[in-house]
T-cell receptor
Framework: DAGITQSPRHKVTETGTPVTLRCHQT?????MYWYRQDPGHGLRLIHY???????DKGEVSDGYSVSRSKTEDFLLTLESATSSQTSVYFC????????????FGPGTRLTVT | EDQVTQSPEALRLQEGESSSLNCSYT??????LFWYRQDPGKGPEFLFT???AGEEKEKERLKATLTKKESFLHITAPKPEDSATYLC???????????FGTGTSLTVIP
């Protein structure tokens, strides 16, 4: 998976609890992304980062925040998890923005009960 | 609004039976079109990038082509190990997002 790990791989949590997902890369790529994948919707961008401490919102950012304090780590936080955030979350990396392809991690399956 | 539509949603082929998957897109200026393969329980795996109409890329039994409105992923003499979901994505010249289709689930029967 192109030197990308995600943790945890599976998590079950209760509504209202905070949750943090971690993405770690060993490729030294500048760009990192968080997506969620739901049946019938395809992959949808939550947030992305174009450098340390530089982040921006994606298509479905409400209820999520991110942080990037080091090149290799990109954290996704659900401040107060809701059942609608039950999904599979994927991290992706890219050496450059623009036309360049993204490489995806193995995913985190999150269930909010 | 940038949009990607893939068809069919699902496709069952006999081993050796060639076919094509379609990705139709609407973007305000195409910067790139991407094909990915996704196996169950795994992240998408990059296959091809196409940049302009008329471009073609090949990898083993797969060949991707691009026109101004759509892309095709041609699968020649597929094998059971080609069974997966194939995703298409586009990046436009405006904005910073990639837009993904919902994928085509391909099953190749021995």
């Amino acid at each position: 998976d192109a030197g990308i790990t995600q943790s945890p791989r599976h998590k079950v949590t209760e509504t209202g609890t905070p949750v943090t997902l971690r993405c770690h890369q060993t490729e030294n790529h500048r760009y990192m992304y968080w997506y969620r994948q739901d049946p019938g919707h395809g992959l949808r961008l939550i947030h992305y980062s174009y450098g340390v401490k530089d982040t921006d919102k994606g298509e479905v950012s409400d209820g999520y925040s991110v942080s990037r304090s080091k090149t290799e780590d990109f954290l996704l936080t659900l401040e107060s998890a809701t059942s609608s955030q039950t999904s599979v979350y994927f991290c992706a990396i890219s050496p450059l923005m623009g036309a360049y392809e993204q490489y995806f991690g193995p995913g985190t399956r999150l269930t909010v009960t | 609004e940038d949009q990607v539509t893939q068809s069919p949603e699902a496709l069952r082929l006999q081993e050796g039976e060639s076919s094509s998957l379609n990705c139709s897109y609407t973007v305000s200026g195409l910067r790139g079109l991407f094909w990915y393969r996704q196996d169950p329980g795994k992240g998408p795996e990059f296959l091809f990038t196409l940049y302009s109409a008329g471009e073609e890329k090949e990898k083993e039994r797969l060949k991707a082509t691009l026109t101004k409105k759509e892309s095709f992923l041609h699968i020649t003499a597929p094998k059971p190990e080609d069974s997966a979901t194939y995703l298409c994505a586009v990046r436009s010249n405006t904005g910073n997002q990639f837009y993904f289709g919902t994928g085509t689930s391909l099953t190749v029967i021995p």
